[in-house]
């Protein structure tokens, strides 16, 4: 089983949302059960609290399901073993990470759009309101994050 988390500031809008579009992926390519897959905020301040909502509403506009129970976390030490890829959003995200974790010793930290032809940051859309181009660029970073699975065989 493939271990899987990813990794926002709060938990409350990227890494829930990439939660639940890759568990739909997942399912729909009939591989979900060979994942475990979870979201993880790398700060204490939305811990317990639902998506945000505009968040929920993009996942409701796809009709992605599953979120209706998510509470928002944080981030352990613990997880790092836990997890066989923990995938951030933003270099910030990765860097209070690494606050977190220290050293990436076994080379599980990645940003998710580094799967993808366009590498990068998937912006914040807590202070842009652009959920609908943070979805995209969620969607199209799950695909092919699990492509990348596929094709080094391990799934």
Known sequence: MIKVVFVCHGNICRSPMAEYVFKDIVEKRGVKDSFYIESRATSTEEIGNRIYPYARDELIKHNIK???????????????????????????????????????????????????????????????????????QIDNGCKCFLEYLKETNKV
């Open 66 to 136: 599953g979120y209706e129970s998510h509470r928002a976390t944080q981030f352990t030490r613990s997880d790092y073993k836990t997890f066989d890829y923990i995938l951030v959003m933003d270099d910030n995200n990765l860097y209070n990470l690494k606050r977190i974790i220290g050293l990436d010793v076994d080379n599980k930290v990645y940003r998710l759009l580094d799967f993808t032809t366009n590498k990068g940051e998937i912006e914040d859309p807590w202070y842009t309101g652009n959920f609908d181009k943070v979805f995209n």
